[in-house]
């Protein structure tokens, strides 16, 4: 087990290596940084002051290289840079402010270019809500899309099979943003005095007597369930098909044989079996929401990486897109490798060597 958790280590590595790489270089080929840091009435001292703040006067090698420098976990930098970008972590070396040190510390996204403030608190702002909304949409898809994956196999060929088919189907092919448009709008606005459900909101409000913050959790609703619709369709579709292939097996006519239930043998030993393509799914598309599902966040106000990360392209704010797709790209490896462990707890049949 240790050993391939390494070996997936190594590979997270690589691919987010990758990502720095493509994304340093596409950001390369827009807008001015220090225009769009300075605005346009920035004047050419200001212009020149902030190019040499954010490294623009240096040659593209080195821009990459202090890039890669700020967003590895492992980096040198002199104290008086520590300092000023309020590096978090542990450094040794000379105490002068033009020395270096070498360090262990929390990956530097840079700072806004509108609120000035570090990306990573940006994003940890709005990773609590992107949290809350892809828990609470897989969960809602992985419950509702086993049992109606199970209920189309053990009812293969009846109507049951059928409607969820074609229902998956349905959900599979409409995309999320159509989606988001259609439920906010039917729940929203139209049946709106039935449901009480909201158009838009987050999953706090502040009070305005104390400015505190408390949870509205009824906002939850709209946004997890239009973002839970394609992953439900494909778990369903997915438990199915694995689970006709393992009610196949010799082990369940064994398991029948032997005196067990239908119920006994369809969830304790067929359902088991028949999980891990559905476990690929669940991981891979719960890293995917939790990397941010853009368009459902947006339209529905929810406060999350999805809007920020909108919001950010919408002000050309590079920084904040940048660190949103790294972060977005360390949950994707982070999540394939939970995979890969849980592939072994689930089925014993798999052996991690």
Do not use: C
């Not at 890039?67 to 105490?95: A, M, R, W």
């Not at 189309?152 to 409607?163: G, H």
């Not at 529905?300 to 809007?307: A, I, M, T």
């Amino acid at each position: 087990m240790f050993h391939l958790l390494i070996k997936k280590l190594l590979y997270g590595v690589l691919v987010l290596a990758g990502v720095v790489v493509i994304v340093f270089f596409i950001f390369q080929a827009f807008a001015d940084p220090a225009r769009l840091v300075a605005g346009q009435t920035g004047d050419k001292k200001t212009m020149d002051n902030i190019r040499k703040e954010l490294y623009l006067d240096q040659p593209k090698w080195k821009q990459f290289l202090l890039y890669v420098n700020d967003v590895s976990p492992v980096s040198i930098d002199t104290k008086k840079e520590i300092e000023e970008k309020k590096l978090h972590g542990f450094f040794i070396g000379g105490n002068q402010p033009d020395s270096y040190q070498v360090g262990v510390k929390i990956p530097y996204l840079r700072r806004s270019y509108q609120t000035k403030k570090d990306v990573i608190d940006v994003l940890l702002d709005a990773l609590p809500g992107t949290l809350i909304l892809a828990v609470a949409a897989m969960f809602f898809a992985t419950i509702a899309g086993i049992f109606l994956g199970v209920l189309a196999a053990v009812k293969q060929n009846t109507w049951m099979d059928t409607s969820s088919i074609f229902a998956s189907v349905i959900g599979i092919s409409a995309p999320s943003f159509f989606m988001a448009i259609v439920i906010a709008y039917v729940f929203g606005i139209v049946l709106h005095s039935y449901t009480g459900l909201s158009l838009t909101g987050s999953w706090f409000n502040i009070d305005e007597t104390n400015g505190e913050r408390y949870l509205t959790l009824q906002n939850l609703i709209l946004p997890a369930i239009t973002l839970g619709i394609r992953p439900l369709a494909i778990i369903t579709q997915l438990t199915r098909s694995s689970m006709l292939d393992v009610l196949n097996q010799d082990f369940i006519r064994t398991a029948y044989a032997k005196g067990l239930s239908r119920r006994q043998v369809v969830y304790r030993h067929a359902l088991r079996n028949a999980l891990n393509p559905v476990i690929t799914a669940i991981t891979g598309w719960f890293a995917e929401l939790l990397a941010g599902a853009f368009f459902v966040e947006y339209i529905f106000g929810w406060q999350g990486l999805g809007k920020v990360t909108v919001e950010a392209l919408e002000n050309l704010d590079y920084p904040v897109v940048m660190g949103s797709v790294l972060f977005a790209a360390t949950i994707f490896v982070l999540v394939n490798i939970l995979a890969d462990v849980l592939y072994g707890i689930i089925d014993p049949r798999i052996k991690m060597k």
